[in-house]
């Protein structure tokens, strides 16, 4: 889950997950301060755990902003991943828009044939980016079948369902349909000109604009280079056009080409500011609380002897926590209020617990 910002229908796939175990706790990986598709979070990662907590969800982890800054296909390993390293997951929930399993795991594996993996690589030399070429794959072995991973709930859906296969799991998988009409960009564009809310000051991409092109303008050549995800040409076609514009939607688009998506080239550019590169593991390292309750808190006894990660309630030095603190530095940097733009708020965070 992001919950960016939460909506009704990330409460129909709490309930639906609660409903499929009899009862049982309900887990959530969530983003931090900055979400897949390449933005900052509308609200930060501690008011959306709580928001988590009421409606219903037990216990909130952490995916870490260098996962969360990844394709589909890492940032639903990464998800996966932590999910199933707790070592007390038996299902894994999700929301797409044709709420057909069944449909998502024909696709999960067409996506994994040979096939499929070198009618892909034939398309990326037409110049076609990654999603378009898989898309042509697919459309090549499925026909009308492949249209559903043309919306990008079911495309996380079946990168999900491909994760797990590859982790050597098999969770139940909960398919919910997404409801017409309910969507976070819909909830988003309605906070627009809100000053306030019950979660905090809405954050949009356009806040961060001056910290992010201060960093981007001031990267060398070699930093550009170690940026993670940067293949094809885009590090260099980033280092030529990021002090050509005035804003970073202005750059992303002289940046974008026909083989660069959108999404992808404003996960780099995240990535540059931020300083992720290209050293990190596939999956995350440790297991870290943003909110709980006490069913969650008992959960996480439970967790602590069952997985071979550590569990962390509070920030300690390591690459990717380090990472983390600095996603959060910039992310704070988009406040108008100077008190609240003050660096090293990571390491004053604990979880939101609730009894």
Same mark, same amino acid.
Not at 11 to 27: D, F, H, P, Y
Not at 59 to 74: K, M
Not at 249 to 269: G, H, N, P, Q
């Given at each position: 889950?992001?919950?960016?910002?939460?909506?009704?229908?990330?409460?129909?796939?709490?309930?639906?997950? +609660?409903?499929?175990?009899?009862?049982?706790?309900?887990?959530?990986?969530?983003?931090?301060?900055?979400?897949?598709?390449?933005?900052?979070?509308?609200?930060?990662?501690?008011?959306?755990?709580?928001?988590?907590?009421?409606?219903?969800?037990?216990?909130?982890?952490?995916?870490?902003?260098?996962?969360?800054?990844?394709?589909?296909?890492?940032?639903?390993?990464?998800?996966?991943?932590?999910?199933?390293?707790?070592?007390?997951?038996?299902?894994?929930?999700?929301?797409?828009?044709?709420?057909?399993?069944?449909?998502?795991?024909?696709?999960?594996?067409?996506?994994?044939?040979?096939?499929?993996?070198?009618?892909?690589?034939?398309?990326?030399?037409?110049?076609?980016?990654?999603?378009?070429?898989?898309?042509?794959?697919?459309?090549?072995?499925?026909?009308?079948?492949?249209?559903?991973?043309?919306?990008?709930?079911?495309?996380?859906?079946?990168?999900?369902? +491909?994760?797990?296969?590859?982790? *050597?799991?098999?969770?139940?998988?909960?398919?919910?349909?997404?409801?017409?009409?309910?969507?976070?960009?819909?909830?988003?564009?309605?906070?627009?000109?809100?000053?306030?809310?019950?979660?905090?000051?809405?954050?949009?991409?356009?806040?961060?604009?001056?910290?992010?092109?201060?960093?981007?303008?001031?990267?060398?050549?070699?930093?550009?280079?170690?940026?993670?995800?940067?293949?094809?040409?885009?590090?260099?076609?980033?280092?030529?056009?990021?002090?050509?514009? *005035?804003?970073?939607?202005?750059?992303?688009?002289?940046?974008?080409?026909?083989?660069?998506?959108?999404?992808?080239?404003?996960?780099?550019?995240?990535?540059?500011?931020?300083?992720?590169?290209?050293?990190?593991?596939?999956?995350?390292?440790?297991? $870290?609380?943003?909110?709980?309750?006490?069913?969650?808190?008992?959960?996480? $006894?439970?967790?602590?002897?069952?997985?071979?990660?550590?569990?962390?309630?509070?920030?300690?030095?390591?690459?990717?926590?380090?990472?983390?603190?600095?996603?959060?530095?910039?992310?704070?940097?988009?406040?108008?209020?100077?008190?609240? +733009?003050?660096?090293?708020?990571?390491?004053?965070?604990?979880?939101?617990?609730?009894?």
């Amino acid at each position: 889950m992001e919950l960016n910002p939460p909506h009704s229908g990330h409460e129909k796939v709490v309930a639906a997950a +609660r409903k499929s175990l009899g009862g049982g706790a309900v887990v959530a990986v969530m983003s931090g301060n900055f979400v897949q598709r390449g933005e900052p979070a509308v609200f930060p990662k501690h008011a959306r755990a709580r928001a988590a907590l009421d409606i219903g969800v037990d216990l909130v982890l952490e995916l870490p902003t260098a996962y969360a800054l990844s394709s589909s296909e890492g940032f639903a390993r990464a998800g996966v991943a932590l999910l199933l390293s707790t070592g007390v997951v038996q299902a894994i929930a999700f929301g797409s828009e044709s709420g057909d399993i069944d449909a998502l795991k024909k696709c999960a594996a067409a996506c994994s044939s040979e096939a499929c993996e070198e009618a892909t690589r034939e398309a990326l030399t037409r110049g076609l980016s990654y999603g378009a070429a898989r898309q042509s794959a697919l459309e090549a072995l499925l026909g009308g079948g492949a249209d559903i991973m043309r919306s990008p709930n079911n495309l996380l859906g079946v990168e999900y369902l +491909r994760a797990a296969e590859r982790l *050597g799991a098999a969770p139940e998988f909960i398919c919910v349909r997404r409801e017409p009409g309910v969507s976070a960009t819909a909830a988003r564009g309605e906070l627009r000109g809100v000053e306030n809310t019950a979660l905090g000051v809405p954050m949009f991409p356009e806040n961060l604009d001056i910290a992010i092109l201060s960093r981007l303008r001031a990267m060398t050549a070699d930093e550009w280079g170690r940026v993670r995800g940067g293949g094809d040409g885009l590090a260099e076609r980033a280092a030529r056009y990021c002090g050509m514009g *005035g804003s970073v939607a202005e750059v992303a688009s002289l940046i974008k080409t026909r083989r660069y998506a959108m999404s992808r080239v404003r996960r780099f550019l995240l990535c540059a500011a931020i300083g992720i590169r290209d050293d990190l593991p596939e999956t995350p390292r440790y297991i $870290r609380v943003l909110a709980a309750n006490a069913t969650g808190c008992a959960l996480l $006894r439970e967790i602590a002897e069952e997985s071979a990660l550590p569990v962390i309630t509070k920030p300690s030095a390591s690459r990717l926590l380090e990472l983390e603190a600095a996603a959060t530095d910039l992310y704070n940097l988009g406040y108008a209020d100077a008190a609240m +733009r003050a660096g090293g708020a990571e390491w004053k965070l604990s979880p939101i617990i609730i009894d």
